[in-house]
């Protein structure tokens, strides 16, 4: 079987320029994936008519095309006219469209205290589609809109990330993207994540245990000290498949933490539910990041009770109750000062269990006892503790994310018991 190719098309000039991070680009591509799809590529253009007319024409001649961006009231939102001329479709005014949008544009007017006609140009445009294209709804004002062209078709989205995926999710029902699906085969995946190991061990684990072809395709992708291996398996490759799972696991045991994609903070968040924990932390260098990641989880609520950002001194000693002595002894950043940390955390939050960050990002207040990038770690509950410190490469962003994932790795092995892990 032919696996249908997609192409996916990320438009603004605010993505060009480097203003902003691409995030449609990858969520597309993994939906795609998931569902036997090859996404051949994905172009980010900007707001030019000739360069995102030229990325549309390519796309069009993909079996599906998903389009992002570009659906607003203004003059440099031109993706439905560059869609429907690369269609060779004409344009209609859609009424329901119109009026849906209307009313919400009527209260925003109403609200801002201005007359509806500065708004009505932008309405009429936005509810502007091709002819044959049919409405997905509304995210906001922007309509997503689903076109058949040729042998192919066009799926058209907002470009905000959670306009976006509200969108897609209506997209994947509509009938002739359900046609597209229907010709493919979802593969069958394997998914081993790792983390303290070494991209070079996973590599050489991989070829010792036979390498992949014969079927299966593998990649490894280094994410700040995680290795993620995934395997695409074709049909009739699953033993050949299991094999080498298995013969890359066993080199690698004490450094394989899932064989899904949950991330690290939901199997921290997993553990502590499953034992009946709960859980907070206290953050210096990492200003909150650690909280950020658990409170991106769904239900974090039922275990993470919350953070304390200690950034200054005064701050760690009146909340945290870490002693000024203490401070004045080994620093802020010490080994001494997030245990300190954690034991506060746990005491002034009630929380069973505590993870502490401390360290210097950088790019400056580092010295040779105490170079930029160099973290401390503690984790602790009502079983025990476990520290780690480390000296993490990169700039100041890369620093703070890797002591992030770090400290949620710390958690994990605690709730797991796994001491026979490097921390």
Known sequence: MIRPRAVVVVTGSELVRGDRRDLNGPFLAGELVRRGIEPARILIVGDREDELAGALGEGLRADLCVVSGGLGPTHDDRTVELVARAAGAGLRVDEDLHRQIGDISRAFAQRMNRPYVDFE???RKQATIPEGAVSLG???????????????????????P????RLWREAVEA???RRVFARAQPPDVRLLRFFGASESAVA??????????????????????EIHVDMYVQPGAEARADELVSGLAAPLERYLFSRDDRRVEELALDLCRARGLTLATAES???????????SV???????LGGIVAYAD???????????ELLERHGAVSAETAAAMAAGARQRLGADVAIAVTGIAGPGGGSEEKPVGLVYLHAEGPFGSRSADFVFPGDREGIRRRAAITALHLVRRLLAHRRDEPA
């Open 121 to 123: 140009q932008g309405v």
């Open 175 to 177: 009938e002739p993207v």
């Open 314 to 324: 005064e701050v760690k000693a009146a909340e945290l109750g870490v002693s000024p």
């Open 162 to 165: 959670g306009e976006l995926q």
């Open 285 to 295: 260098c990492t200003g909150g990041m650690v909280a950020e990641r658990l409170t």
């Open 138 to 160: 509304l995210a906001g004002t922007a309509p997503g809109l689903v076109l058949e062209a040729g042998e192919g078709v066009v799926v058209v989205l907002p470009g905000p």
């Open 204 to 225: 050489k684990a991989l070829a010792d245990a036979g390498g992949d072809g014969d079927g299966v395709e593998a990649t490894i992708c280094a994410r700040d000290f």
């Open 298 to 304: 769904p239900g974090s609520s039922q275990v993470f």
